[in-house]
């Protein structure tokens, strides 16, 4: 299994700010790369994948970018709701791997 | 709209056989396109694959390294479902166990709603 690693652990920033989360794989996976959001109790849900493209219903302040190695989810215009854990997760090399998450709290 | 059900014990004792069922909705199991998937997360592991099933003219079944040999998935068509069983539990299986659908490339677009699964005499 392919180790992937997410900084920062923890991120705080206040609502309507931008919030940058980043994602890196040990080796290339081209943009085979995918986002999620989970909240307590909840399952995670898709936000991104192909690196950039966003998942049905997810709304526009979500974007992600990168490829290779080196991944960002940016988050613009904070809201209360984003409050959360993200999850990266590549599937360029078998099996399928998450990263450990960034907890995203708002102020 | 895909949806998918979780079912199954939260309790298993250590040694014994965890089982957990997803009932989908909206698709079929038997689908050419889709895949079916087992993850697990706990504290310790964080958010792990176990396992798929998918069917391409005759079924697949994958598994992760760290279940090989314990865990077996099926694929039940008459009920739209899978399945998945854990032999031998210890504490270190205690986790919330989710299935996943995968259509196209390996992202997870839905997930069942989880089940946590807690081995301990």
């Known amino acids: 299994e392919m180790p992937m690693t997410q900084s920062p652990a923890t991120l705080s920033v206040s609502p309507g700010e931008r919030a940058t989360l980043s994602c890196r794989a040990s080796q290339s996976v081209r943009r085979n790369l995918a986002w999620y959001q989970q909240k307590p109790g909840q399952a995670p849900r898709l936000l991104i994948y192909a690196a950039s493209t966003r998942g049905s219903g997810v709304p526009d302040r979500f974007s992600g970018s990168g490829s290779e190695t080196e991944f960002t989810l940016t988050i613009s215009s904070l809201q209360s709701e984003d409050s959360a854990v993200y999850y990266c997760?590549?599937?360029?090399?078998?099996?399928?791997?998450f990263g450990p998450g960034t907890k995203l709290d708002i102020k | 709209q895909v949806h998918l059900q979780q079912s199954g014990p939260g309790l298993v004792k250590p040694s014994e056989t965890l089982s957990l069922t997803c009932v989908i909705s909206?698709?079929?199991?038997?689908?050419?396109?889709?895949?079916w998937n087992w993850i697990r997360q706990s504290p310790s592991r964080g958010l792990e694959w176990l396992g798929r099933t998918y069917y391409r003219s005759r079924w697949y079944y994958e598994y992760a390294m760290s279940v090989t040999g314990r865990a077996t998935i099926n694929a039940d068509t008459s009920r739209n479902q899978f399945s998945l069983q854990l032999n031998s539990v210890t504490p270190e299986d205690t986790a919330v166990y989710y299935c996943a659908r995968v259509d196209k490339q390996n992202w997870f677009a839905t997930w069942g709603q989880g089940a946590l699964v807690t081995v301990s005499s």
């Open positions: 997760q590549q599937y360029n090399n078998w099996p399928p791997a």
């Open positions: 909206g698709d079929s199991v038997s689908s050419n396109t889709a895949a």
